[in-house]
C-alpha cells in the first residue's frame, strides 16, 4: 500500500527544528487522544464522519474537564478510554474487531509517568472496559501484565463490568472481518489511546483495542505492551501508539519516543517523523500513529496512513479534532 506522510500537530510547533519553537508558554495542562489510524476513517459518509469526530469531541471534554478541575492525568486516561471503548465506532471495547475464529480478544494498557508503574491486559473476552481493568493490575497486584483466562478470572473477582462475546458484536466489525477474510487485506483501524499531561506535572498514557481484524487466535499486540504501544515518563513524554503491532513491538517505539528525547535531545516532533518515516517502513506494513504530550505539554499527533480520528487540547485554549491531515 502506498503511504503518504502526513502531520498535524496541536500547537504551533509544525516542522519545529529545536524544542520550543516560537510558543515558550507552558501548558498547565494538555490531552490528546486517537481512536486509531488508517484510510477508512475517510471513506465513512458524512454523517459516520460527523459522528465519529462528536465521540472524539465527547471524550476530549470528559478528559478536558478532569484536568481542568485538577484532576489526575491517569484519571483523564482512564475515562477518556472507557467512552471510546463505550463506542461501537472504534475498534476497543464494544466495537472489538473479529479475530479469525470469530471470536474477540480484547488488549490495554496504562502507564503512570511518576514512577513508571504500569498495568495491562492481554486476550481478555469477557470485560467490557479493559483500561480498567489494566489500571487495577498497575494498583491492586505486584505484576505488570495479566493474559487470558487468568486476566478474565482477575476481573471477575474484582467485580469490573462483564459481558459476554456477545456484546462485542457490531454489524460494521462483522462485514469488515467478512471482506478481510475474502481479500486477504489487513484492517486495524479504530484501536483507541489517550495521553495527558495534568496540573499537578503528571503524565500517563494508555491505549485499548480489538487487534487486528482476523487475527489469530491468542495474538497479542502492541497495545498492551508497555514501550512499544504505551509509554510513560514525567521526564520526557507520554506516548500511545496506534498501527500494525507487530512493527511497534519489533521497534519498541513508545519507549524509542521518550529515548530519543532523553539521550538525543531529539524535538518530540522530530522524534516522532523519523519514527514514522524511517524505523517505521509504511511500503511494508510499518503503518500507524503516534500520539504524544511532553513533561512541558507540548502535543504532536502524526500518522503515516493518510487519516488518524484523533483531538487534542491544552490550557491554553488550543484544540484539534480532526480525521484526515
Ligand atoms: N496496534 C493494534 C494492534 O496491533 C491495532 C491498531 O492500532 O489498529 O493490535
Keep these: 500500500m502506498k503511504a503518504v506522510f502526513s502531520l498535524c500537530m496541536a500547537i504551533p510547533l509544525l516542522h519545529a527544528s529545536s524544542g520550543l519553537a516560537e510558543n515558550h508558554e507552558t501548558a498547565r495542562y494538555a490531552i490528546a487522544l486517537h481512536g486509531g489510524a488508517g484510510r477508512d476513517w475517510l471513506e465513512l459518509d458524512a454523517n459516520e464522519q460527523a459522528a465519529t469526530k462528536e465521540s472524539l469531541r ?5 478528559g478536558k474537564t478532569i484536568l481542568a478541575d485538577g484532576g489526575t492525568s491517569l484519571d483523564a486516561v482512564e475515562q477518556v478510554i472507557r467512552h471510546l471503548e463505550n463506542d461501537p465506532l472504534f475498534n476497543a471495547g464494544r466495537g472489538a474487531v473479529f479475530n479469525c475464529a470469530g471470536g474477540h480478544e480484547l488488549d490495554a494498557s496504562i502507564m503512570d509517568g511518576r514512577d513508571r508503574a504500569c498495568g495491562a491486559v492481554a486476550g481478555v473476552k469477557t470485560v467490557k472496559n479493559p483500561i ?3 489500571r487495577l493490575v498497575m494498583q ?3 505484576h505488570v501484565l495479566l493474559s487470558g483466562d487468568g486476566a478474565d478470572l482477575f476481573a471477575k473477582e474484582k467485580g469490573v463490568d462483564l459481558v459476554d462475546q456477545e456484546y462485542f458484536w457490531t454489524q460494521r466489525r462483522y462485514d469488515t472481518w467478512q471482506r478481510v477474510k475474502q481479500q ?7 484501536t483507541v489511546g489517550c495521553v495527558a499531561l495534568d496540573k499537578h506535572g503528571n503524565l500517563a498514557a494508555g491505549t485499548s483495542t480489538g487487534g487486528l481484524t482476523n487475527k489469530l487466535y491468542g495474538r497479542v499486540g502492541d497495545s498492551p505492551i508497555v514501550g512499544a504501544g504505551t509509554f510513560a515518563d514525567n521526564k520526557t513524554c507520554a506516548v500511545s501508539c496506534t ?3 507487530e512493527n511497534f513491538i519489533r521497534n519498541a517505539i513508545a519507549y524509542d519516543v521518550s529515548a530519543r528525547m532523553a539521550y538525543k535531545k531529539q524535538p518530540v516532533e522530530e522524534a516522532v517523523h523519523e519514527i514514522l518515516t524511517k524505523t517505521l517502513d509504511a511500503s511494508k506494513d510499518g503503518l500507524g500513529g503516534i500520539i504524544v504530550v511532553t513533561h512541558e505539554g ?6 503515516n496512513t493518510g487519516a488518524m480520528a484523533r483531538a487534542s487540547a491544552d490550557s491554553t485554549g488550543s484544540m484539534e479534532i480532526a480525521l484526515g491531515e
Design 132 to 134: 480498567s481493568l489494566a
Design 298 to 303: 507540548k502535543i504532536t499527533m502524526q500518522f
Design 184 to 190: 486477504q487485506t489487513d484492517d486495524h483501524q479504530g
Design 243 to 245: 498501527g500494525v503491532g
Design 58 to 62: 465527547q471524550a476530549l471534554t470528559i
Design 140 to 142: 491492586e497486584t505486584r
